[in-house]
């Protein structure tokens, strides 16, 4: 009989896994490194007394936020010496992902881009009372501070990303007629027509993390963002090719140069208008656009 089976702790632990590795990734926007803490947290957890534990998932939660937490100030240190903005690593994800709004939203790598501003313990907050409905007495407990503390990071912490997120909820049809324009413009080199759909003050971040060509800051306004593009283009010296695809439960491009993966583009609209550009070149992060991820915030 498969061991597995009988173990409760294992047992528990599989059926959390999806919830846990989805809360690693969103406070680390690394899969390799939630995978590690998923390592980490399971060492801790098959020591646990299951007798003495009240609520399976609030514990694992605990255990994984603490691991997560560890990982994420270690990581801090790494992005400083990082070569150009850090994106987090784009996954392919099912559409269940993204059938479930406030999940996807919170997925998207145009949210995760904003997280990286906040703190470690902002961002533990933030992720788990927004993302997951984690209660403040059990994420008091997994941070180490007191429930009205918990209360006033996550204050502070919500009142930061909606400063920079949209004010509107965007329809998923808006960003796939953004997409396709996009895709018709890759296909026809016709650039210029995309001042259409790009608004005025656009952002394009690209991340090659010195292993790929890519922007070392942030390029901002549409003239400027299209010039970037055809001179990326114009050096390419293939031919570029895309692919829809759902990335973090949202609309994105799989781009290929020459039948080979060169990044994953995805979008940020508002107001029917392309607000961010979020480019992923660093093959690193590359990985896991070509199977499917399973996340899930419950």
């Given at each position: 009989?498969n061991?597995?089976v009988?173990d409760?702790?294992?047992?528990?632990?599989v059926?959390h896994?999806?919830l846990?590795?989805t809360?690693?990734?969103e406070?680390?926007g690394?899969?390799?490194?939630?995978?590690?803490?998923l390592?980490?947290?399971?060492l801790r957890?098959?020591k646990?007394?299951?007798?003495q534990?009240?609520d399976?998932r609030?514990?694992?939660v605990?255990?994984?936020?603490?691991?997560a937490?560890?990982r994420?100030?270690t990581l801090?240190?790494?992005?400083?010496?990082?070569?150009?903005p850090w994106?987090?690593?784009?996954l392919?994800?099912?559409?269940?992902?993204?059938?479930?709004v406030e999940?996807s939203e919170n997925?998207?790598?145009?949210?995760?881009?904003?997280?990286?501003?906040l703190?470690?313990t902002?961002?533990?907050?933030?992720v788990?009372s927004?993302v997951f409905d984690?209660?403040y007495?059990?994420?008091?407990a997994?941070?180490?501070k007191?429930?009205a503390?918990?209360?006033?990071?996550?204050?502070?912490?919500?009142?930061?990303?909606?400063?920079?997120?949209?004010?509107?909820?965007?329809?998923?049809?808006?960003?796939?007629?953004a997409?396709?324009s996009?895709q018709?413009?890759?296909?026809?080199?016709?650039?210029?027509?995309?001042l259409?759909?790009l608004?005025p003050?656009?952002?394009?971040?690209?991340?090659g993390g010195g292993l790929?060509?890519a922007?070392?800051r942030?390029v901002v306004?549409?003239?400027?963002v299209?010039?970037?593009m055809a001179?990326?283009?114009g050096?390419a010296g293939?031919t570029?090719?895309?692919?829809?695809?759902?990335?973090?439960?949202n609309p994105?491009?799989?781009l290929?140069?020459?039948?080979?993966?060169?990044?994953?583009l995805?979008?940020?609209?508002d107001?029917?208008?392309?607000?961010?550009?979020?480019y992923?070149r660093n093959?690193?992060k590359?990985?896991r656009?070509?199977?499917?991820t399973?996340?899930?915030?419950?």
């Amino acid at each position: 009989m498969n061991d597995h089976v009988t173990d409760p702790a294992t047992g528990a632990f599989v059926a959390h896994r999806d919830l846990l590795f989805t809360l690693a990734y969103e406070m680390l926007g690394s899969a390799a490194d939630a995978e590690d803490v998923l390592q980490e947290a399971w060492l801790r957890w098959a020591k646990v007394d299951l007798t003495q534990v009240r609520d399976q998932r609030a514990y694992l939660v605990r255990i994984t936020t603490r691991q997560a937490l560890n990982r994420l100030r270690t990581l801090q240190r790494r992005k400083e010496a990082y070569v150009g903005p850090w994106l987090p690593e784009p996954l392919l994800t099912a559409p269940d992902v993204a059938e479930d709004v406030e999940l996807s939203e919170n997925l998207s790598l145009a949210l995760m881009f904003i997280l990286e501003t906040l703190s470690p313990t902002e961002r533990a907050v933030f992720v788990l009372s927004e993302v997951f409905d984690i209660g403040y007495d059990d994420i008091a407990a997994a941070i180490g501070k007191s429930p009205a503390a918990a209360r006033q990071i996550a204050y502070r912490a919500r009142r930061h990303v909606d400063a920079r997120r949209p004010s509107t909820t965007v329809s998923r049809e808006e960003t796939r007629a953004a997409l396709n324009s996009f895709q018709s413009a890759l296909v026809t080199g016709d650039l210029r027509g995309l001042l259409d759909v790009l608004a005025p003050d656009v952002v394009f971040v690209s991340d090659g993390g010195g292993l790929k060509l890519a922007a070392l800051r942030p390029v901002v306004g549409a003239d400027k963002v299209l010039s970037y593009m055809a001179g990326s283009l114009g050096r390419a010296g293939g031919t570029f090719t895309s692919e829809p695809t759902t990335v973090n439960g949202n609309p994105g491009l799989i781009l290929r140069l020459d039948d080979v993966i060169d990044g994953v583009l995805a979008f940020r609209v508002d107001n029917a208008r392309v607000t961010g550009l979020y480019y992923v070149r660093n093959p690193e992060k590359l990985t896991r656009v070509e199977s499917e991820t399973p996340l899930t915030s419950r």
